[in-house]
């Protein structure tokens, strides 16, 4: 949560000068987004968000996560949309940072998600897996099951430190997902961060889906596990099967999982738990004693990893 | 520019149907002001502002700022203006803190003022003195002549780290001050810090004022020469007696300065100097070494403090 790099009004105008949203009225910067710097626009023409990508985020891939919102929500997926400059351009420079602009969604997201939310999602997890089967650019998930064992190397000299024995288990869990990896499943576009902050509800409806910087093509059932790790369990840990479920029907409603799908869900929701816990792993070992601000627990998903290690099939997950 | 308070959207909608502006669509925390929690809320009825107090503001002090805000939006002065809930208060609680709802307004704070904006702001600030005439709370200066000393101490050990022989200087200062503080002049209700991120402009129009939280009961000169150290000196800490001129004569034409206001701005604007130099000098000491952000340079203060010192008269500041 920061605003990284300083904007100035007259840098902004100058920039909006190249876009048709009116003048600027007012910005502010908003404490959204771990990797970028955000800020709410007012401009004659409404609400916009300016996003300036800073270095952790690699600018190559910035045409496919732009061109993926747009394609997305021409095809009625309500997510931010990238607004064009007078060239139809969607990708400028603000303060020496690659910058784009787009549409402001309202929409507040839920802290405790009830399975009717979880239904909703699995509905829209689906919608954008079929709108997204006639995009046409390619990104490889730079934290798919290859990444998992350079994050381990990272964390391996003071895993244990987070937890006694946690690198053996990590080491051993890894052996075993990569022997059992299904690599045959369908594949398209997959959000690849679905968190319950990445989903607006007005009232019960679900009202749009941001944050599109993990997008990626890869297999489109972990996505769904994704989902299911980030939805369906309580604060104390534990799966309700009743929210996973709702999001798992509703998803398949809407895309039917194949019966190689559904087999594959134990070992996919083993593997999606080990990419957050990897993740947060070695982001928690980075940050230096006495930091204010302290990253996500990575033991979260080390819980969550020990309940899908004791799923036998789908059945588990409440669906057959 | 931090969010010290999470709120969730369950509390702030429930916080909302206690007012009348409309159902919650949208929040977000926005990077702005240094004491409180600030988010920006879009409602049915468009952008508002919700601020939580944290604990660096008194509570007792609240109900002061936000009837001054009240009282001068009334008359006309473009600031802030608390919506008032069902109930007609200005002050709620949410997620543990006193919290207020105020109108957004619209406006870009310029960085690189002109003699233009420096007319606009003295022209606003006399604006602001004859509106708070008939104010009737009283709230005294924390930040007055009689705090420094105070301010001082905090700063004696370690103050000439920042710069060899400061404290003696200071203590010197102190003294001179002291003597010839004019004790009779003018008094009402003063912003006291209206530097040029607290000043919103569309075009070369000043659109408003804002963040009134170090408002009270002072000299209205003083706030006039707390104006001309924050708009009317150089990058190079030199005044700019054209800016210095615009200001000063801009103010005196909405509200005239009497012949024993105008001999006592060289004091004034040493006291000042002498305040903001203070408080940014125990706010320097204050943060540990290697600390990411770094507080505003105290040393910019000392130096206006300077030319202060070698004013004759008001003259010297571009009026007679």
């Known amino acids: 949560m920061a605003v990284y790099t300083d904007v100035t009004a007259d840098d902004l105008t100058e920039f909006l000068s190249r876009y048709e949203i009116g003048a600027l009225l007012a910005y502010k910067g908003i404490a959204e987004g771990v990797e970028n710097s955000n ?50 351009g969607m990708l400028g420079e603000l303060a020496g940072r690659p910058a784009a602009i787009v549409t402001f969604l309202d929409g507040l997201w839920i802290r405790r998600p009830n399975a009717g939310h979880c239904a909703a999602v699995g509905e829209a997890l689906a919608g954008l897996h079929l709108a997204g089967a006639d995009f046409k650019m390619r990104r490889e998930n730079a934290l798919s099951i290859e990444s998992w064992r350079g994050l381990y190397e990272q964390a391996r000299a003071r895993g244990d430190s987070v937890r006694p024995g946690l690198c053996a288990e990590i080491a051993k869990e890894l052996d075993a997902v990569d022997k059992s990896w299904p690599r045959d499943l369908p594949q398209g576009v997959i959000h690849a961060d679905l968190f319950p902050d990445n989903v607006f509800f007005l009232g019960d409806r679900l009202s749009g889906l941001i944050d599109f910087y993990f997008a990626c093509t890869d297999t489109l059932a972990y996505d769904v596990v994704v989902c299911l790790n980030a939805w369906c369990f309580e604060p104390d840990h534990s799966y309700n099967v009743t929210k996973g479920r709702a999001l798992l029907k509703s998803y398949g409603k809407a895309r039917a999982l194949s019966a190689a799908e559904r087999a594959a869900l134990p070992v996919l929701a083993r593997g999606a738990a080990m990419r957050f816990l990897l993740t947060r792993l070695v982001d928690w070992l980075a940050v230096p004693d006495g930091a204010l601000v302290k990253p996500k627990d990575p033991l979260e998903y080390f819980r969550k990893l020990r309940f899908h290690q004791s799923v036998k099939s789908a059945g588990d997950y409440g669906i057959e």
């Open 39 to 88: 800020f709410l626009l007012h401009t004659g023409a409404g609400n916009f968000i300016l996003t300036l990508y800073e270095k952790r985020v690699a600018e190559q891939d910035l045409p496919f996560f732009l061109a993926l919102m747009e394609h997305l929500a021409a095809r009625g997926i309500t997510c931010p949309q990238p607004v064009k400059n007078r060239q139809g």
